[in-house]
């Protein structure tokens, strides 16, 4: 018996499957057990003719492949090759379990590229699963990307036979490749950014007070609400957001490349965070992920490292709105189905912006309000006070004017983001602020005498929750990272008061 490895899905991550092979005395077939499905069954007649049509005799036994564990489904067309390898190399003295094999073959015997192989290594690779694998030579650009691993990169059948038959003297296809884009380092971490951008807060004229706050949510990826009338640069303001947010270091560029794929994207590979914006008709199974038999990714879990924009919030089911309660406080969501079990990593941003009211005129001072006090009631009902709870800035939009100009741009607001980024790595904080644990919490968010005054008084106002309490704290850490101030003073508390839920 010999075997190689190659994986499969199980939700977004990779799970190793061992490809095991025997070939037996008795009648010839040809069989593969293991709960594999359709694709790779059809692998016996892709094996057979690519062995065949290049001068390889199939040997006439019964060749039996299990795919372990048993109780894994495995999908995919890139087992093809490790099939074919293991009848050919059947009766070679080569080790072979150390390898892993990825590829799908044409029936000439070529190694065709599959989108998913991405997605896939780059997981196996983050869970230290991986050292060398033989690839199809058209995945090696994308595939370089992925540090730490040795690619073979092979046109035919032919070429991989001979890297396992000469696996001591061959030498990998190529070396790492470097993200090509600025970047500094912190201790021993590079963080990469763009200084491209499409969208410019300079085109939002006035809103000073949301530009600042939408400021304080990128710097320290705090979830946030705007509310304000139709058109007055909700939408605006959160389409730019992505543009200024913190810069990235190698593991999540390389995480969103993964995810990019899982959405049937070209991978990017570029420190751009993504921004998931689903309609509010959207069903629980788009939004959360799911599926009868096995569970996919939705768009919380594709916003991962990026931002969640929910616009016209309130009209937003009210079982999708609670269900998010979970992934905003956890960074993580969780899908049980008969058939599967898998959790998603869901660190985001959360932006939110909605209406005053249903007909959108009780904040706009030269429109009446055609609304009457129970359907303004009825409107804000539709978020619950646990789902504010978990939003650290809410934002009411100013009036617009035509003698508004443009303040800051993009460019002059990701300067202050990534300076306010630096400082908090300087201090040795591994995460960003609105992701800070109750012990990080009382490390790095320390309070003067006058700040912590004004604190106890607030909770006493305001009958703050403990997540009241952390939240606040976390976004004053963050207007004082603005500042570069080590210590959170009254101005910095007073601020991150102001953009309390009234």
Known sequence: MKSVQCATYEGVEAKVVDVESTLTKGLPSFSIVGMASTAITEA?????????????????????????????????????????????????????????VFGELGLDGAVKENIQLYPLILSLANQGLITQAIVPYESLEKLSKIPNIAFYGVKHLNEAVEVLKNQETIEPSIQESEIAYPFYELGSQKYYYMKEYEEDFSDVRGQEVAKRAALIAAAGFHNIIFEGSPGCGKSMIASRLRYILPPMNESEILDVAKLEVLEGKEPAFAPRRSMKNPHHTSTMGSIFGGG???????????????????????????????????????????????????????????????????????????????????????????LSDPFLDRI??????????????????????????????????????????????????????????????TLKMAVERFHLSFRSIKKLQKVARTIADLDASKIIDKKHLLEALSYRKR
């Open 44 to 100: 016996k007649e892709r094996v057979k003719s690519a062995l065949l049509s290049n001068d390889f005799s199939f040997p006439p036994k019964r060749i039996t492949f299990l795919l372990a564990p048993s109780e894994l489904a495995k999908s995919g067309s890139h087992f093809d090759l490790s099939l074919a390898l293991l009848i050919l190399l059947n009766d070679v003295n080569v080790e072979l379990h150390s390898w892993f």
């Open 292 to 382: 009868s038999h096995k569970a996919q990714i939705g768009e919380v879990g594709l916003a991962n490292n990026g931002i969640l924009f929910f616009d016209e919030l309130p009209h937003f089911s009210k079982n999708v709105l609670e269900s998010l309660r979970e992934p905003m406080q956890d960074g993580k969501i969780r899908i049980s189905r008969v058939n599967s079990k898998v959790e998603y990593p869901a660190h985001f941003l959360f932006v939110g912006a909605m209406n005053p009211c249903p007909c959108g005129n009780l904040l706009d001072e030269n429109k009446e309000c055609r609304c009457s006090d129970l359907e303004i009631q009825r409107y804000k009902n539709r």
């Open 392 to 453: 650290d800035l809410n934002v009411v939009m100013q009036n617009v004017s035509m003698s508004d100009r443009p303040s800051l741009t993009s460019k002059e607001m990701h300067k202050m983001v990534v300076e306010a980024h630096i400082f908090a790595k300087q201090r040795g904080q591994n995460v960003l602020n609105a992701a800070l644990n109750d012990k990080e919490i009382e490390e790095y968010c320390i309070l003067n005498e006058e700040a912590d005054t």
